[in-house]
């Protein structure tokens, strides 16, 4: 039907006795109606505008409900939207694809961020991902549409952070969050493709990751190793130059006995690269040292994952240091045994590749052609690393060291 559409005929207006829908078209403006639609016992009223288009309808474009708009300002919001249609633009998909925004808040994209990344990261680095980004800390950006969160919204969050914990957790929380953005630009779900941690606040006062232990130091906390699993631990360390979790989740399958080498496999290595060590003397009699079960690793007594006690392990050690050593973190190891492989002489890019890294020699176009393991040179660096730390060790009491006495070939 046609009529012209007022406050008298839209409260006039009814549906004829066995219709569930029907429509009432304004006789002034082409286009703009009023939709009737039985709802329950009630009947509803909502006004629409649709235009047409080389002699066909459009898409109906709802603009709101009879009870809550006269008729002119319909009229009026009808008149602008048929306008736009008829320059070329979709207020319908415009209003669909602001819906579709809307249910993208930053929780909900997170949880199909992270079921994506779930195959490609390490166990402990997906742990953390879900907990800086799923946990406390962007909590306030949880319910914000993804598309809405702007810089200073990141920025508060990474100070609030930095108040309730410290600087290198609202580092380590901020670097999450720039790498969930980064892949929401790649899926084509921020419409600028701005990501909003860029040029966002940073926390300061970070402590420079440089301490490296003195001799004195690195023999301190070797002699201050137990017998037990964390003491095995740490000497590995020492001696190869791995990190924790590599030698902590190390298992009876990565060892060959009878070659005297350790494999570490690509899904447990940080750069999902494998490497292959032969290990010195003072590293394979540990090995050996330790009882065999029917579990797989050879630390740990519970997790799959091998040892856990890290936090335990490192106070019992630390007093029986008794202040021996400056405040120093189990990562020290690691940087300090590459200092001073390199300062007995160890070349950079077999240091490099003992820390199994694939950057300095093998970042870039470098990396691309040169595919060597440098097997003998790392097993040579690594034999010339035991020794020097023979020497250390065996300046002082051999009793307490347990060196392996070494034999000539």
């Known amino acids: 039907m046609k009529l012209k559409l007022d406050t008298k005929t839209v409260a006039g207006l009814t549906l004829t006795k066995g219709r569930s829908e029907d429509f009432a078209w304004d006789a002034e403006l082409e286009g703009f109606g009023l939709r009737l639609r039985r709802s329950g016992d009630g009947l509803r009223r909502t006004y629409i505008a649709q235009s047409r288009v080389g002699g066909r309808r459009t898409r109906r474009i709802t603009i709101g409900p009879a009870e809550r708009l006269a008729p002119a300002q319909a009229r009026e919001a009808a008149r602008k939207i048929l306008a736009r249609v008829s320059l070329g633009d979709d207020p319908q998909a415009e209003k669909q694809a602001k819906r579709e925004a809307q249910a993208q808040t930053f929780k909900a994209v997170v949880e199909d961020y992270l079921a994506d990344r779930l195959p490609a990261l390490r166990p402990a680095s997906y742990r953390l991902a879900r907990l800086y980004l799923a946990g406390p800390y962007f909590k306030p950006l949880h319910s914000m549409p ?7 919204d990141v920025a508060t969050c990474v100070r609030a952070v930095t108040r309730a ?5 609202a580092t380590a929380a901020r670097r999450a969050a720039s790498a969930f953005f980064a892949w929401a630009i790649a899926q084509d779900l921020l419409g600028d493709g701005a990501n909003p941690v860029t040029g966002s606040y940073r926390a300061g006062n970070l402590e420079a990751r440089d301490h490296v232990l003195t001799d004195v130091e690195l023999i301190a906390v070797w002699r201050a190793c137990g017998d037990d699993d964390y003491g095995r631990i740490v000497r590995l360390l020492i001696l190869l130059g791995s990190r924790r979790q590599e030698v902590g989740g190390m298992r009876w ?21 494998p490497l292959t060590v032969t290990l010195p003397p003072a590293a394979f009699e540990i090995v ?3 009882p065999r079960t029917t579990r797989d690793q050879l630390f ?3 997790s799959p994952k091998g040892f856990g006690a890290w936090d335990e392990g490192k106070r ?22 590459a200092t001073k492989m390199a300062d007995i002489g160890v070349q950079p890019h077999i240091i ?21 393991s440098y097997e003998r040179e790392v097993k040579a660096a690594l034999a010339q690393w035991h ?3 023979r020497t250390l060790v065996e300046g002082g009491e051999r009793k307490v060291v347990n060196f392996p006495q070494q034999t000539a070939s």
């Open 146 to 152: 993804l598309a809405s969160i702007r810089r200073g």
């Open 165 to 169: 914990h410290s600087p290198a957790t």
């Open 253 to 273: 399958s990565e060892l060959d006995i009878d070659a005297g080498t350790w494999t570490l496999p690509a899904e447990r290595s940080k750069n999902h690269k």
């Open 288 to 290: 050996k040292s330790v």
């Open 300 to 302: 740990g007594s519970y």
């Open 316 to 337: 019992a050690l630390d007093e029986r240091l008794a202040g021996q050593v400056q405040p120093w973190k189990l990562h020290d190891i690691r940087r300090s045994v």
């Open 352 to 372: 490099e590749q003992i820390l199994n890294h694939v950057s300095g020699h093998k970042a870039g176009p470098a990396g691309i052609y040169n595919k060597s």
């Open 387 to 389: 020794d020097h730390l």
